[in-house]
């Protein structure tokens, strides 16, 4: 016998453990992979979910339409409170995407810098945000505010 077939015949348990180990940590990694994007898009589900769940408050309650508006004089007509509340909770809304979108969600930071531009800068949602930006993340804070400068560049 030759001597690498010596060596196997010594060793032939050792080689088939560590194979069994090495297989097993790649198939726990493939899982892990497959889990990880399995959630990505159960979040992404669910946030569409309650942005559409959100925003059909407003095509049902009239009293919410002026927060599309582009033009308010809102020292003649202020915030609401029921205007306060909904955009509170659009706010929070927008807090949750930008969470997801930091932590690797299929939503991107982009497509979150493209939403908050355009959504931020209606006077409505603007001052909400500047009544309330005390009580936010201030990394949150920060990426909104940074959005808003990008829109008057």
């Given at each position: 016998?030759?001597?690498?077939?010596?060596?196997?015949?010594?060793?032939?348990?050792?080689?088939?453990q560590?194979?069994?180990?090495?297989?097993?940590?790649?198939?726990?990694a493939?899982?892990i992979?497959?889990?990880?994007?399995?959630?990505?898009?159960?979040?992404?589900?669910?946030?569409?979910?309650?942005?559409?769940?959100?925003?059909?408050?407003?095509?049902?309650?009239?009293?919410l339409?002026?927060?599309?508006?582009?033009?308010?004089?809102?020292?003649?007509?202020?915030?609401?409170?029921?205007?306060?509340l909904?955009?509170n909770?659009?706010?929070?809304?927008?807090?949750?995407?930008?969470?997801?979108?930091c932590?690797?969600?299929?939503?991107?930071?982009?497509a979150?810098k493209?939403?908050?531009?355009?959504?931020?800068?209606?006077?409505?949602?603007?001052?909400?945000?500047?009544?309330?930006?005390?009580?936010?993340?201030p990394?949150f804070?920060?990426?909104?505010?940074?959005?808003?400068?990008?829109?008057?560049?």
């Amino acid at each position: 016998m030759g001597p690498d077939i010596l060596w196997f015949r010594d060793n032939w348990f050792p080689v088939i453990q560590t194979l069994g180990i090495v297989g097993s940590l790649v198939f726990t990694a493939l899982s892990i992979r497959q889990a990880t994007n399995a959630r990505k898009a159960s979040d992404l589900l669910t946030l569409t979910e309650q942005h559409r769940h959100l925003w059909n408050e407003v095509y049902s309650r009239p009293g919410l339409t002026r927060i599309y508006e582009e033009k308010i004089d809102l020292l003649a007509n202020p915030v609401t409170v029921a205007e306060t509340l909904f955009l509170n909770e659009v706010i929070v809304h927008f807090h949750t995407g930008w969470q997801l979108s930091c932590h690797g969600s299929l939503l991107t930071l982009q497509a979150m810098k493209a939403d908050a531009r355009t959504f931020f800068k209606l006077p409505l949602p603007h001052a909400v945000w500047r009544q309330t930006t005390g009580t936010r993340d201030p990394k949150f804070v920060h990426f909104i505010d940074a959005c808003l400068r990008e829109n008057k560049s």
